[in-house]
T-cell receptor, first 110, second 115 residues
Framework: GENVEQHPSTLSVQEGDSAVIKCTYSDSASNYFPWYKQELGKGPQLIID?????GEKKDQRIAVTLNKTAKHFSLHITETQPEDSAVYFC?????????FGTGTRLQVFP | SAVISQKPSRDICQRGTSLTIQCQVD?????MFWYRQQPGQSLTLIAT?????????ESGFVIDKFPISRPNLTFSTLTVSNMSPEDSSIYLCSASGTSSTDTQYFGPGTRLTVL
C-alpha cells in the first residue's frame, strides 16, 4: 500500500522568510496530493492540492510542486506570517483513500 | 466547499462505556470518512462510510468496536464501543464527492478522553 514520508517534523522560520515542506510517496499510481493545515483544537483545513497531470500550482503565498518521476511533492510558503504557524499534513491518494504524512509543525516567529 | 459539524466536540467517558459521535454535512456527499488522530500524531483512517452500503474498515479497525451508520447523504455516526483509555483520541469526520480524490473536507473533531 501507499506510504507517505514527510520532512521536516518541525520547522522554525522568521516572519517574512520562506518555508518548504517535502513529502515522498511510494505508490506510483497515486494521482492526487492535497495539503492540509491544522491549527490547535481544529480539524484539518485544505490549503492547496495538486493532481498528477500538473507539475506546479500556486495560490497567493502558497505553492505546491510535484515530481512524479521522483515521487515527491513539496509545499512552499513565501513571506511567512505568524498566522501560518500550525501543523501541516501532506497526503496522497489513488482514488482509494487518503494516506497522510506524519506532519510538520511550523512556527513563524515575529 | 462543504461545511461539516460534529457532536460532541469533546467528552470524558468511563471505561467500558460507549460514545456515539455525530457528523453532519451541509450538502449531499457521496463519501464520508472517519479518522482517528492521537495526540501529536497524524491521521489514521478508521473506515469509509458509504450511503446505501456497509462501511469499509481499515486494517486494525473492526465493526464491533467502531460501528458506523450512514442513513443518508448528509449524516453519519461513529460509535466507540466498550471504551478503554487507549481509545482516548481525536475522532474526525470528513466528506468528499465521488472518490477520495475529490476534495475532502474535515469536521472540527471530537476530543475523547477515557478514564
Amino acid at each position: 500500500g501507499e506510504n507517505v514520508e514527510q520532512h521536516p517534523s518541525t520547522l522554525s522560520v522568521q516572519e517574512g522568510d520562506s518555508a518548504v515542506i517535502k513529502c515522498t510517496y511510494s505508490d506510483s499510481a497515486s494521482n492526487y496530493f492535497p495539503w492540509y493545515k491544522q491549527e490547535l483544537g481544529k480539524g484539518p483545513q485544505l490549503i492547496i492540492d495538486i493532481r498528477s497531470n500538473v507539475g506546479e500550482k500556486k495560490d497567493q503565498r502558497i505553492a505546491v510542486t510535484l515530481n512524479k518521476t521522483a515521487k515527491h511533492f513539496s509545499l512552499h510558503i513565501t513571506e511567512t506570517q505568524p498566522e501560518d504557524s500550525a501543523v501541516y499534513f501532506c497526503a496522497a491518494s489513488n482514488t482509494d483513500k487518503l494516506i497522510f504524512g506524519t506532519g510538520t509543525r511550523l512556527q513563524v516567529f515575529p | 466547499s462543504a461545511v461539516i459539524s460534529q457532536k460532541p466536540s469533546r467528552d470524558i467517558c468511563q471505561r467500558g462505556t460507549s460514545l456515539t459521535i455525530q457528523c453532519q454535512v451541509d450538502s449531499q456527499v457521496t463519501m464520508m470518512f472517519w479518522y482517528r488522530q492521537q495526540p501529536g500524531q497524524s491521521l489514521t483512517l478508521i473506515a469509509t462510510a458509504n450511503q446505501g452500503s456497509e462501511a469499509t474498515y481499515e486494517s486494525g479497525f473492526v465493526i464491533d468496536k467502531f460501528p458506523i451508520s450512514r442513513p443518508n447523504l448528509t449524516f453519519s455516526t461513529l460509535t466507540v464501543s466498550n471504551m478503554s483509555p487507549e481509545d482516548s483520541s481525536i475522532y474526525l469526520c470528513s466528506a468528499s464527492g465521488t472518490s477520495s480524490t475529490d476534495t475532502q473536507y474535515f469536521g472540527p473533531g471530537t476530543r475523547l478522553t477515557v478514564l
